[in-house]
């Protein structure tokens, strides 16, 4: 058996594989932008449905009324405002279909809430149904989502509805789907690229909607970077804070400023060294950290500090080690991160 000839022949198939591969990715990446450009502004289209039954035992008032909730035509267009701040224009969003669904979501067994009974659970905290898992296959086929998708009508689904919903907080669908703070949705006959499903609650306001969308991000960006190591993993290094990695934060994670010692800990007045504002003048990462704490991303105010977090993100053109430098045009469009 002539096993040269047989390496030789595995060889070239190895290399052929990756050929392959490489020109997969090479289509995905802007290689044909000089770094350090700025992006040209980008359109999603977005399909809103809200969940706002009405309420016999409040006189027929939508959830929202009722429970002096916010009222989401108001967030959305702020939600959409502070996207196009935090992308420094890049991401333009675009309520192009509103449903307004007079009734409550159905879970993935079936159930479905009565409005009173839904307002008794909410008023003791006590009796909610579980589990709490809602039917993202029946929301898909009751607004022709994947229809919608594959002509390009849409390019994401924004659901609002109140808290015990049953929706993840972002989840992805369509081929090669991946993790995006939930498990892939499987299942989902038919799509021709992948897309992502927003939950908002709109008990709550622009922050949380801003730390959904942050989360997503997280997802994304780092599944953009799995195969980079090393310094060359520039989401490692972005997203490194005091607790641990001591005396190297440079801009942290959403639950995590450069300071914090726990989640959500946005308020501490505790001083370190961070570099987080080298990240203002990327791709240009040199220089020295200064001393920070909550004073410099908004006192404890979540979507301040969200904000700030987002506007550290790189946004130019061009790409390094395989992963675009515009780090928003992955978070905004999951079908340009290599499978």
């Not at 047989?6 to 044909?32: M, N, S």
């Not at 839904?118 to 029946?138: L, T, W």
């Amino acid at each position: 058996m002539d096993f040269d000839k047989l390496l030789k022949q595995a060889t070239d198939q190895v290399r052929e594989a990756a050929a392959g591969v490489l020109q997969g990715v090479d289509a995905l990446l802007p290689d044909d932008e000089p770094v350090g450009g700025t992006p040209a502004p980008v359109q999603r289209k977005v399909l809103a449905v809200i969940f706002n039954p009405r309420i016999q035992s409040a006189g027929g008032r939508k959830l929202s009324e009722a429970l002096n909730w916010n009222n989401p035509d108001d967030l959305i267009p702020r939600h959409i405002a502070d996207l196009k701040e935090c992308s420094y224009g890049y991401a333009n969003f675009q309520v192009v279909e509103r449903v307004e669904v007079d009734r409550f979501p159905a879970k993935a067994d079936g159930f479905v809430y009565d409005g009173d009974e839904f307002v008794k659970c909410f008023r003791q905290n006590a009796g909610f149904h579980q589990p709490d898992m809602v039917d993202y296959h029946r929301i898909l086929a009751d607004f022709d989502v994947v229809n919608k998708v594959n002509r390009g009508a849409i390019d994401e689904v924004w659901l609002f509805a109140f808290p015990y919903a049953g929706f993840y907080e972002s989840i992805m669908a369509g081929p090669g789907a991946f993790f995006c703070n939930a498990p892939a949705l499987e299942g989902v006959a038919g799509a021709q690229r992948r897309f992502i499903i927003m939950g908002y609650n709109y008990q709550r306001g622009a922050g949380e909607m801003l730390e959904n969308m942050g989360h997503r991000a997280e997802s994304i960006v780092g599944h953009a970077y799995r195969f980079t190591r090393g310094d060359a993993n520039l989401w490692e290094r972005f997203t490194r804070y005091d607790k641990t990695h001591p005396g190297q934060a440079e801009v942290g994670i959403v639950h995590f400023a450069p300071n914090s010692q726990r989640d959500y800990d946005w308020g501490n007045k505790t001083k370190v060294m961070s570099r987080a504002d080298t990240w203002l003048k990327f791709p240009d990462l040199s220089g020295e950290g200064r001393i920070m704490d909550c004073s410099d991303w908004g006192n404890g105010d979540l979507r301040a500090h969200h904000i700030w977090w987002f506007k550290r993100f790189p946004h130019i053109t061009g790409s390094a080690n395989g992963v675009a430098l515009n780090w928003w045009r992955y978070v905004i469009d999951p079908n340009t991160v290599r499978a």
